[in-house]
């Protein structure tokens, strides 16, 4: 009962978003209008399925994240995998420019690879006594990162570029501009099935070995599911932050860290909030628009400040 309402209000929302935009459309024009027909299959359907896409996969991105580095306070779109797609982004455009954007994703999707390896080796020397300790390493991480990256882009005068690409926002979604996020949430969609095993993964690498996980195999498919996702979302749409860090935190402190139970919330829920924010976006400001990074950043910052003062609750 609980998810069949929750679906209605998602499709609810999801046919909502259809109509609102800075050119009006009514159920009638989709009728008789092949101007709105053209409108509604172009721009806003992509639009749409463009939101909820990506926050869907965003949000199971963040908490296999959490659980690889056994902490609720990282993210990858501010834990280095948000800038080392960037970073991939940058050396696609500069090198090889003519290239096919299915192949800057491939750069963007390795980049971010080895990205979030190298924070995950970073991390583990980190005594566990001290959480605190892996989302300052974290933030530090990406920020160096995203240095070399703005420098590079600054030397090659794509400082502009750079930033138009990176701000997370829908508003030049387009049909045949979107379906690689398809690619990200299937990838995202995938660890369903390794679930059980990222959530033993979370006890420890010695206490997975002892329940007989393979940590190797199922850290690098938790990796490239993570890295496969963002780079999808961030050379799509650009950086959308806090989707990956709010949304695991508020699951995990309903449902707990089974995996299995929690990753369809979680997708629902990061879903929900990518395409709340991008319509709250064309609403406040009508017709000009608010990115849905910024929307996005605003509710999570708020949220997860009172989520750092309330007790968790499991249910």
Request: hydrophobic residues 55%.
């Amino acid at each position: 009962m609980r998810w069949t309402l929750a679906l209605l209000t998602l499709a609810a929302l999801a046919v909502l978003s259809l109509f609102i935009g800075a050119v009006p459309v009514t159920f009638r024009d989709l009728l008789t209008d092949p101007q709105g027909q053209q409108l509604l299959l172009v721009s806003r359907l992509p639009r749409t399925l463009a939101a909820l896409l990506a926050g869907a996969a965003l949000a199971v991105s963040g908490q296999i994240m959490q659980i690889l580095a056994r902490n609720r306070f990282v993210e990858p779109m501010t834990a280095g995998a948000g800038q080392s797609a960037a970073l991939g982004i940058l050396i696609s455009t500069l090198f090889f420019p003519a290239t096919a954007i299915w192949a800057k994703m491939g750069i963007a999707a390795l980049t971010t690879l080895v990205g979030s390896a190298g924070l995950l080796l970073l991390i583990r020397p980190l005594p566990p006594t001290q959480p605190l300790l892996v989302p300052l390493v974290a933030l530090v991480y990406g920020g160096v990162i995203g240095a070399f990256v703005t420098f590079f882009a600054y030397q090659g005068d794509m400082m502009q570029f750079l930033g138009a690409w990176l701000t997370g926002e829908l508003s030049g979604v387009l049909q045949g501009r979107y379906e690689l996020l398809w690619v990200g949430a299937f990838a995202a969609g995938l660890t369903w099935f390794i679930a059980d095993r990222i959530t033993v993964l979370g006890l420890g690498e010695n206490a997975a070995r002892g329940l007989g996980v393979n940590v190797g195999l199922v850290t690098g498919a938790g990796l490239a599911a993570i890295s496969l996702t963002t780079a999808m979302v961030v050379v799509t749409l650009g950086a959308i932050p806090f989707v990956g860090l709010v949304v695991p935190n508020i699951v995990a402190r309903r449902m707990g860290d089974n995996l299995r139970r929690a990753l369809p919330v979680a997708a629902y829920a990061g879903a929900m909030l990518v395409l709340s924010g991008d319509i709250l976006g064309r609403v406040l400001r009508a017709p000009f628009e608010i990115p849905v990074a910024s929307l996005v950043g605003i509710a999570g910052a708020g949220v997860f400040l009172f989520l750092l003062y309330s007790e968790p609750r499991h249910g």
